[in-house]
């Protein structure tokens, strides 16, 4: 064989081996496994997953974030305009000056008045919300002459 056979063969070798480098590297992928059918590579998958699982987190973050700023600014809110209205009561005996918070009915010190009813309070809650409900009369059919102080209940 001649030398210049051989280098054009060389040549003609190097061309095709360029050529179907890529073919042959995507062949020996599928082979191991690493490419799947559609022929994305497994590793770009994974890498598009965690970047997707990332970008969840941090947006996750951020509205957790405003979510708590949110609730700060109207905490502040709240605070800064006071709409609870105070009675002022002076006890007789003690002469101790007593503020009487109308919402919460505790005065200064954290103690209830004299007349405060917590169950009735929790009763009138109840209804606010419709969680329980008033009792009715007897609704039934009564004979209008026939009542409680009616001699005619004794005479059946």
Not at 34 to 40: K, N
Request: hydrophobic share 30%; proline share 2%; aromatic share 6%.
């Amino acid at each position: 064989m001649t030398a210049r056979c051989k280098k054009r063969r060389n040549r003609n070798n190097a061309i095709r081996r360029a050529k179907n480098k890529g073919k042959e590297l995507k062949k020996l992928k599928k082979t191991l496994g690493l490419i799947d059918e559609d022929g994305m590579e497994l590793m770009d998958k994974i890498k598009d997953v965690t970047e997707q699982e990332k970008k969840n987190q941090e947006l996750a973050l951020v509205e957790k974030e405003t979510k708590e700023e949110l609730i700060k600014r109207e905490l502040k809110q709240v605070s800064a305009v006071p709409d609870d209205k105070f009675i002022e009561v002076v006890n007789e005996k003690t002469k101790v000056k007593h503020v009487y918070n109308e919402k919460t009915k505790r005065d200064q010190f954290g103690s209830y008045p004299a007349w405060y009813n917590p169950k009735k309070e929790q009763r009138k809650q109840k209804l606010k919300q419709g969680k329980i409900t008033k009792k009715r009369q007897f609704r039934g059919k009564r004979m209008h002459y026939i009542d409680k102080t009616c001699a005619w209940k004794n005479a059946m």
